[in-house]
């Protein structure tokens, strides 16, 4: 079914918190893969699959502090006054 109401637009506040969610969320998710890694690795730490597991968690720990940056960075844009950006 088609919808006849477009919904309203979104405000810059609103799409810095979903944002800010959305960041949050994926850095839980790393954190649990993270943990899964390790656990691997502790349970079977001789087996040629542990080289791997220990490559993730590295790039996992890597991907976690790239979201807490832009988390950060999402959350001091909530404080700058609105003003046009460049969309790169």
């Known amino acids: 079914m088609r919808k006849t109401v477009p919904d309203p637009p979104t405000t810059s506040l609103e799409s810095s918190?979903?944002?800010?969610?959305?960041?949050?969320?994926?850095?839980e998710h790393v954190i649990c893969a993270i943990s899964v890694a390790s656990q691997c690795v502790t349970l079977n730490p001789v087996s040629h699959s542990s080289k791997i597991m220990r490559a993730v968690?590295?790039?996992?720990?890597?991907?976690?502090?790239?979201?807490?940056?832009?988390?950060?960075q999402a959350k001091m844009r909530e404080h700058l006054p609105d003003e046009p950006r460049t969309v790169h």
């Open 57 to 72: 968690i590295h790039e996992m720990a890597a991907v976690r502090t790239l979201l807490d940056d832009a988390a950060v």
């Open 17 to 27: 918190v979903a944002l800010q969610d959305t960041l949050v969320q994926a850095s």
